[in-house]
C-alpha cells in the first residue's frame, strides 16, 4: 500500500500570502491529521477530519483552516501568512472506524511540507 | 488535560549498548500510548504502541516498550543500539474518553556512538 503523500514538499512564501497543503491519506483510511511541527514549540495538533468534517481542532488561530474531500483527500489553507507559521505540517492517516478504535487507531505520518515564510 | 513528558531532550548511548529512551504521561482515564521516530526531513514513523494488556510491547527494529501504570512511564528500550538508530523520538498519548486528538512530548534526540 501507498503512504501517506504530502504536496508540495518545499513551500516559499512572503508575508501576508495564502498557501495551500495537500494531503492524500493511505487507501482505506477515512481519518487525516495536520499538526505543525516547529523547533520551540514541538508537535502541535491542527485539526482531525473524518468523513469531509472536522471532527476535533487545536489552539491556532482562523487562519488556519482544512478541509476533506469525498475521497478522503484532504487540504489545509493558511491565510495571511506570518513569520511565524514557518514550520513542517505534517498530514498523517488512520482507518477512522467507528467506537473506541477511534481511539486506539495508529496514526501513520506523511513527509511533510516544509514552509518558509519571508 | 492529557500530557507526555519526554524528561531528556538528548540521550547517547554507545553502539552495542541498551538504550532507553523516558516517557512519562498523565491522562484523566485509561492511556493509549504511542511511540514515533523522526529521521532528518522525514516524517514519523509509527514504532509501536500499548492499548491494553500485556505491559511489555514488542515493535519495530527490535524496539520494544514497557507501560507501567504506578509510575504512569511508557520508555522505549532496545536491547542492542545500532548506530542507525540516530533519531528523534516522540512519546504520545491518547485518553479514553474527551478530546480524541494524539499528544506529543517534546522529543529526544538519540544519538548512538559508533
Known amino acids: 500500500k501507498a503512504g501517506v503523500t504530502q504536496t508540495p514538499r518545499y513551500l516559499i512564501k512572503t508575508r501576508g500570502q495564502q498557501v495551500t497543503l495537500s494531503c492524500s491519506p493511505i487507501s482505506g483510511h477515512r481519518s487525516v491529521s495536520w499538526y505543525q511541527q516547529t523547533p520551540g514549540q514541538g508537535l502541535q495538533f491542527l485539526f482531525e477530519y473524518f468523513s469531509e468534517t472536522q471532527r476535533n481542532k487545536g489552539n491556532f488561530p482562523g487562519r488556519f483552516s482544512g478541509r476533506q474531500f469525498s475521497n478522503s483527500r484532504s487540504e489545509m489553507n493558511v491565510s495571511t501568512l506570518e513569520l511565524g507559521d514557518s514550520a513542517l505540517y505534517l498530514c498523517?492517516?488512520?482507518?477512522?472506524?467507528?467506537?473506541?478504535?477511534?481511539?486506539?487507531?495508529?496514526?501513520?505520518f506523511g513527509p511533510g511540507t516544509r514552509l518558509t515564510v519571508l | 488535560a492529557q500530557s507526555v513528558a519526554q524528561p531528556e531532550d538528548q540521550v547517547n548511548v554507545a553502539e552495542g549498548n541498551p538504550l532507553t529512551v523516558k516517557c512519562t504521561y498523565s491522562v484523566s482515564g485509561n492511556p493509549y500510548l504511542f511511540w514515533y521516530v523522526q529521521y532528518p526531513n522525514r516524517g514519523l514513523q509509527f514504532l509501536l504502541k500499548?492499548?491494553?494488556?500485556?505491559?511489555l510491547v514488542k515493535g519495530s527494529y527490535g524496539f520494544e516498550a514497557e507501560f507501567n501504570k504506578s509510575q504512569t512511564s511508557f520508555h522505549l528500550k532496545k536491547p542492542s543500539a545500532l548506530v542507525s538508530d540516530s533519531a528523534l523520538y516522540f512519546c504520545?498519548?491518547?485518553?479514553?474518553?474527551?478530546?480524541?486528538?494524539?499528544?506529543f512530548g517534546t522529543g529526544t534526540r538519540l544519538t548512538i556512538i559508533p
Open positions: 500499548y492499548i491494553t494488556g500485556d505491559n
Open positions: 498523517a492517516s488512520s482507518p477512522g472506524t467507528s467506537g473506541m478504535s477511534l481511539r486506539t487507531d495508529t496514526q501513520y
Open positions: 504520545a498519548v491518547r485518553d479514553n474518553f474527551g478530546n480524541e486528538k494524539l499528544t
